[in-house]
T-cell receptor, first 110, second 112 residues
């Protein structure tokens, strides 16, 4: 079974609105990462948050991590049509394995 | 700096055939992994390597072999292709520490 599960599975918003995606996981982690995948392309790393961090920012991205609830959220502020993509969380557990969730498909309407 | 290069980009196999998916990185990354992505699902880890000569199984290793003779290359071998192996395969590499993966552009494999 997969470590991470994103919620919602799909999200449709208007340009300029904020988009929030959630990720829940099952076991203790070393870090949690978020990736973007444009249709038919490889994944691109967006941001990484360590297990001892609670919040991290990068440009229009804000990631939070709650290890007590085993959950994370990715907020994209002032979304643009170019943000349309699938977003995946990935968790690195003890050892080397990095396990991905099923992803959230984001559609930003211009 | 090419990053992670996967070949071929597309491949059609007949059931029972074998083939090797190539992956090469030029960033001197210690860690390399193979994932498969199926519609509506995330990426599932097939095999991974933490350095030359060291490999281990991921979530779905059956039907696949890997080897890591050099830091740069991490080929994935399908021993006897089955329709269930129809998927998009991604190779990714990383270095030590808290860093994200660099992904290749993928190989779309169809087994008929």
């Amino acid at each position: 079974s997969q470590q991470g599960e994103e919620d919602p599975q799909a999200l449709s918003i208007q340009e300029g609105e904020n988009a929030t995606m959630n990720c829940s996981y099952k076991t203790s982690i070393n870090n949690l990462q978020w990736y973007r995948q444009n249709s038919g392309r490889g994944l691109v790393h967006l941001i990484l948050i360590r297990s001892n961090e609670r919040e991290k920012h990068s440009g229009r991205l804000r990631v939070t991590l709650d290890t007590s609830k085993k959950s994370s959220s990715l907020l994209i502020t002032a979304s643009r049509a170019a943000d349309t993509a699938s977003y995946f969380c990935a968790t690195k557990t003890g050892g080397f394995k990095t396990i991905f969730g099923a992803g959230t498909r984001l559609f930003v309407k211009a | 700096n090419a990053g992670v290069t996967q070949t071929p980009k597309f491949q059609v196999l007949k059931t029972g055939q074998s083939m090797t998916l190539q992956c090469a990185q030029d960033m001197n990354h210690e860690y390399m992994s193979w994932y498969r992505q199926d519609p509506g699902m995330g990426l599932r880890l097939i095999h991974y390597s933490v350095g030359a000569g060291i490999t281990d199984q991921g979530e779905v290793p059956n039907g696949y072999n890997v080897s890591r003779s050099t830091t740069e290359d991490f080929p994935l071998r399908l021993l006897s292709a089955a329709p269930s192996q129809t998927s998009v395969y991604f190779c990714a590499s990383n270095t030590a520490g808290d860093r994200g993966y660099t992904f290749g552009s993928g190989t779309r494999l169809t087994v008929v």
